[in-house]
T-cell receptor, first 114, second 113 residues
Framework: EAQVTQNPRYLITVTGKKLTVTCSQN?????MSWYRQDPGLGLRQIYY???????DKGDVPEGYKVSRKEKRNFPLILESPSPNQTSLYFC?????????????FGPGTRLTVL | QQQVKQSPQSLIVQKGGISIINCAYE??????FPWYQQFPGKGPALLIA?????SEKKEGRFTISFNKSAKQFSLHIMDSQPGDSATYFC????????????FGSGTKLNVKP
């Protein structure tokens, strides 16, 4: 089954404790992206990757890092989480090259930073 | 600053009625406008999309109307059903970078039986 998986699905942590949210896709997509969803703000793009070792900033990259060492994986790293990073996070993937291709989203990771 | 403005924030419609969600933008470089549907506990899923060279696109009960001069586009759900109850997001992608997505703030639709 074609899918985007994220782990963990729920995470409660404390300020300053480094964490990683994993994202994996099995569709051989070149493009992957991270978003955060907040009430009243919709989804905002954090980072995206066009292929292995190629990443770029989205609209809200501050406080986040990403890496793309393998085509199927695109982890999101919060090196020193703060309460304003409490949010619902989505990973997505798509074939690179065409804006009209469907972007597939993962199930989401709900992060709470205390 | 939100590049795509979406309204209303929430919408209640009776079964069989028409649901209308509106989006507006300023950036004339936007070249592709998808709509996403999100059910509780799930990620968004592409519903329907349009390019600015057409004024309307219809897929089943879902229609996008696009007004290029007004820089506005809207989603119409005809014969709304309780199963359509979800949050809907409009989005826009610029022609200079089709890797960047700008989403509206979302509309929570509740279709009452």
């Amino acid at each position: 089954e074609a899918q985007v998986t994220q782990n963990p699905r729920y995470l409660i942590t404390v300020t300053g404790k480094k964490l990683t949210v994993t994202c994996s896709q099995n569709m051989n997509h070149e493009y992957m992206s991270w978003y955060r969803q907040d009430p009243g703000l919709g989804l905002r793009q954090i980072y995206y990757s066009m292929n292995v070792e190629v990443t770029d900033k989205g609209d809200v990259p501050e406080g986040y890092k990403v890496s793309r060492k393998e085509k199927r994986n695109f982890p999101l790293i919060l090196e020193s989480p703060s309460p304003n990073q409490t949010s619902l996070y989505f990973c997505a993937s798509r074939r690179q090259g065409w804006s009209t291709d469907t972007q597939y989203f993962g199930p989401g990771t709900r992060l709470t930073v205390l | 600053q939100q590049q795509v403005k979406q309204s209303p924030q929430s919408l209640i419609v009776q079964k069989g009625g028409i649901s209308i969600i509106n989006c507006a933008y300023e950036n004339t470089a936007f070249d592709y406008f998808p709509w996403y549907q999100q059910f509780p506990g799930k990620g968004p899923a592409l519903l329907i999309a349009i390019r600015p060279d057409v004024s309307e696109k219809k897929e089943g009960r879902f229609t996008i109307s696009f007004n290029k001069s007004a820089k506005q586009f809207s989603l119409h759900i005809m014969d709304s059903q309780p199963g359509d109850s979800a949050t809907y997001f409009c989005a826009a992608i610029p022609k200079y970078n089709f890797n960047k997505f700008y989403f509206g703030s979302g509309t929570k639709l509740n279709v009452k039986p």
